[in-house]
Every structure is written in C-alpha cells, then in structure tokens.
Nanobody, 126 residues
Framework: QVQLVQSGGGLVQTGGSLRLSCSASERTFSTYGMAWFRQAPGKEREFVAGVIWSGLSTFYGDSVQGRFTISRDNDKRVVWLQMDSLKPEDTAVYYC???????????????????WGQGTQVTVSS
C-alpha cells in the first residue's frame, strides 16, 4: 500500500494561487495513476484532477478545468496540484489518492478510492 503525504494547503484570497503536493513512499508510485478529489462541508466528494502513470494524460473536473493543473515527477515520487484563479467555492478538504485499479486511467467516482486520510484544507476567502 502506497503511503501518501500531502502538503501545501492553507488560506488564500480570491484570485490567488496555491500548490498542493503529494509525496509517495513507494517506488511503485511511478506505475500508478493518481487523482485529486475534494470535499466541501455538506457536499459530496468531487473529482478534481487525475493523471496517468506517465504524466502524459491529465483529466479535470468541469469546475476546475482551465484553472488547475495536475502534474507529477516519478523520480521524485511527487504529484502536484497547481491551483490558480481560486474562488471561494474551491474551499474544501483536498485529497490525493491512488485508485483501486491503479494501472488504468484514474476514475472520477470516489467509490473507486480507499484510504482517504485527513486531506489538506484549502480555504479561499472572498
């Protein structure tokens, strides 16, 4: 089981930027698709972004398309989520996750992921 450590959350004003990082403990990380989800208070978990093992294909939720960028460095065992033009509705706890079927395109359904952990809080003030 891949252990993931997240960092980079915090408080930012509307229009600002943040970058989330997710570091993996296992070398097998380089063979896994990865995804970011988020959950705002009182709302369901939402797919934010996904990236295949090579980093060559990325996927985004409709609400963040064009503002967020997912990327990875397999040598460093890190996946990032660059968040630009942040809005108050981006406020949520963000989770970095490995899907149950890690060798495929990361799915958009939260039920395909386990081990959600505590996540990282991102707060965007208006």
């Amino acid at each position: 089981q891949v252990q993931l450590v997240q960092s980079g959350g915090g408080l930012v004003q509307t229009g600002g930027s943040l970058r989330l990082s997710c570091s993996a403990s296992e070398r097998t990380f380089s063979t896994y698709g990865m995804a970011w989800f988020r959950q705002a208070p009182g709302k369901e978990r939402e797919f934010v972004a996904g990236v295949i093992w090579s980093g060559l294909s990325t996927f985004y939720g409709d609400s963040v398309q064009g503002r967020f960028t997912i990327s990875r460095d397999n040598d460093k065992r890190v996946v990032w989520l660059q968040m630009d033009s942040l809005k108050p509705e981006d406020t949520a706890v963000y989770y970095c996750l490995v899907p149950r079927s890690p060798y495929l395109t990361p799915p958009r359904t939260p039920g395909q992921y386990d081990n959600w952990g505590q996540g990282t809080q991102v707060t965007v003030s208006s």
